[in-house]
């Protein structure tokens, strides 16, 4: 039996964004977070954050260079993760990936990392296909 794996990823291919066109706001906001490897991929929408009336207006206009200094001031996971929840609307799209090692030296665990790619998608870094040989 001869298989085509070029067909089936284009057909993957285009399920996806014919499901992707067919469940997105028809204003453009929903936003899409894509979680998994290989055949096992889920793709999550979500509806954008409402800023509400009743919460504290963000202390700084860069919440990820906040919460490093949070961290290097000595301030425990738990009090970060509450300061990424309530700054959430100030977080970029994507998350680089050396602000995810600043803040691992600073000392920040699996809590903060975890509320952080729930909010955004983290960067991966650089890949072999962009190193010089």
Known sequence: ???RPGLCST???AA???VSAARADTNGTARAVIRGTGNDV???YRAPVEKSRNLKAP???DPLAEALRQKKSGADDSSVVAFLQQ???GLPDVI???VVRHLRRAGAGEAVISVLSMFAAIGIGETADGAAA
Do not use: E, F, G, P
């Open 1 to 3: 039996m001869v298989t």
């Open 11 to 13: 057909a993957l291919v």
């Open 16 to 18: 996806l964004a014919s």
């Open 42 to 44: 889920t793709i999550v």
């Open 59 to 61: 202390v700084t206009s």
């Open 87 to 89: 700054n959430q609307a």
């Open 96 to 98: 680089d990936a050396d």
